[in-house]
């Protein structure tokens, strides 16, 4: 699976949007990009996931780059109960190995009143 | 039910016990997982079953003995742990083994080795 860079934290204030970049340079046509979050002594949390095309659901937005190399979650409107920490993870679809899922050191997200 | 459900959600044992870690979903999955996550860092995979089935093994140690008893119980047995295996350990499962299934976890069961 291809390997995924993300600053190690990032703050925001609560309210407004937060952008969580993610680089993926090395990311292939069958690997999708997921995103899962982990608040503090809870277990990780899917948040979404997508392959080519933006993908939104009720909890964020993940926009992908046309060339596919980098992406983004956007929490819209961000509240102090999403201090976490976002991982961003590229993996591929059908993979009949087994369900590999491999996480990197994530960002951790501070939302501030 | 959407839950997956970890038992006990705290563990003190000395280096000579035996114990085990559960792990329960009724959401039809086939597929569990075992994580292991030392503090500040991100969550390891140890072990992988699909239907009922060891799958994915990372090199764990063999003090460390998953059973997958039937489809919705995953366990973990623990004999003759080390300090340096303290760590919460993470139950998941998904509805199938391929990549394109989003894992749900458990909140975890904090072990600590004396």
């Known amino acids: 699976d291809a390997k995924t860079t993300q600053p190690p934290s990032m703050d925001c204030a609560e309210g407004r949007a937060a952008n969580l970049p993610c680089n993926h340079s090395?990311?292939?046509?069958?690997?999708?990009v997921y995103w899962y979050r982990q608040i503090h002594s809870q277990g990780p949390q899917y948040i979404i996931h997508?392959?080519?095309n933006n993908e939104t659901n009720e909890m964020a937005s993940l926009i992908i780059t046309e060339d596919r190399k980098s992406s983004t979650l956007i929490l819209p409107h961000a509240t102090l109960r999403d201090t976490a920490v976002y991982y961003c993870?590229?993996?591929?679809?059908?993979?009949?190995?087994?369900?590999?899922?491999?996480f990197g050191a994530g960002t951790i997200l501070r939302v501030k009143s | 039910d959407t839950e997956v459900t970890q038992t006990p959600k705290h563990l003190v044992m000395g280096m000579t016990n035996k114990k085990s870690l559960k792990c329960e979903q009724h959401?039809?999955?086939?597929?569990m997982y075992w994580y292991k996550q030392k503090a500040k860092k991100p969550p390891e995979l140890m072990f992988v079953?699909?239907?009922?089935?060891?799958?994915i093994n990372e090199s764990v140690p063999s003090r460390f003995s998953p059973e997958c008893p039937n489809s919705s119980l995953l366990n973990l047995h623990l004999h003759a742990l080390q300090p340096e295996d303290s760590a919460l350990y993470l139950c998941?499962?998904?509805?199938?083994?391929?990549?394109?299934?989003?894992?749900?976890f458990g909140a975890g069961s904090r072990l600590t080795v004396l």
């Open positions: 959401m039809g999955h086939r597929a």
């Open positions: 079953y699909s239907y009922e089935k060891l799958s």
């Open positions: 993870i590229v993996r591929v679809a059908a993979q009949a190995s087994g369900n590999k899922l491999v």
């Open positions: 998941a499962s998904s509805r199938g083994s391929s990549g394109a299934n989003v894992l749900t």
């Open positions: 997508g392959l080519k």
């Open positions: 090395t990311i292939s046509g069958n690997e999708y």
